[in-house]
């Protein structure tokens, strides 16, 4: 069956530092990848999406490129923000789009 | 404006007692879905609808049931809560059905049963 599988957390970082959060998914067909996160107390928001193979998704200087050959959707970003201390979330929707199904989420945890 | 507005936000209730919780979508959105999140952050869907008819439900107990009198609502109810039902449940919706459909989620009930 489908499923996202998503590096462990927490990842602590300094202000201004490098992001990647790994995600792999296996899936039959073309699945559509999405980036959430969640604030703390709040619900999920889109981050970013991609719907085919080598799109690359960005918003808010975050980026994750959609990597069929690696079945990979890894989210980077180039100098995180305290604001952008949050639990992000890799997700898939198959063909049918029935449902997102979502990795077990990162934990990430910025300081100044 | 609130797009997709759940309630109430916080539940506090025994074992064995019936409650329900509500979603209201302003968006004007086809599918609405329920998904649950465990203590670890695991997310999973429930329930899915589409034009207020059920597309899918995902091994949930029957004791879990819900409703969808029109398109902007989709509520949850539950009978006989048990311990393991404690969780936050959230409500979504998307434009319509379809792999290339973000959803948008409302902010969560937290659900608690002593």
């Known amino acids: 069956g489908n499923s996202v599988t998503q590096m462990e957390g927490p990842v602590t970082l300094s202000e201004e530092a490098f992001l990647t959060i790994n995600c792999t998914y296996t899936a039959t067909g073309y699945p559509s990848l999405f980036w959430y996160v969640q604030y703390p107390g709040e619900g999920l928001q889109l981050l970013l999406k991609a719907t085919k193979a080598d799109d690359k998704g960005s918003n808010k200087g975050f980026e994750a490129t959609y990597r069929k050959e690696t079945t990979s959707f890894h989210l980077e970003k180039g100098s995180v923000q305290v604001s952008d201390s949050a639990v992000y979330f890799c997700?898939?929707?198959?063909?049918?789009?029935?449902?997102?199904?979502f990795g077990k989420g990162t934990t990430l945890s910025v300081s100044s | 404006d609130t797009a997709v507005s759940q309630t109430p936000k916080y539940l506090v209730t025994q074992m064995g007692n019936d409650k329900s919780i509500k979603c209201e979508q302003n968006l004007g959105h086809d599918t609405m879905y329920w998904y649950k999140q465990d203590s670890k952050k695991f997310l999973k869907i429930m329930f899915s609808?589409?034009?207020?008819?059920?597309?899918i439900n995902e091994t949930v107990p029957n004791r879990f049931s819900p409703k969808s009198p029109d398109k902007a609502h989709l509520n949850l109810h539950i009978n006989s809560l048990e311990l393991g039902d404690s969780a936050v449940y959230f409500c979504?919706?998307?434009?319509?059905?379809?792999?290339?459909?973000?959803?948008?989620f409302g902010d969560g009930t937290r659900l608690s049963i002593l």
């Open positions: 979504a919706s998307s434009q319509e059905q379809g792999r290339n459909q973000p959803q948008h």
């Open positions: 609808y589409n034009n207020k008819e059920l597309i």
């Open positions: 997700a898939l929707s198959d063909e049918a789009g029935t449902a997102l199904i």
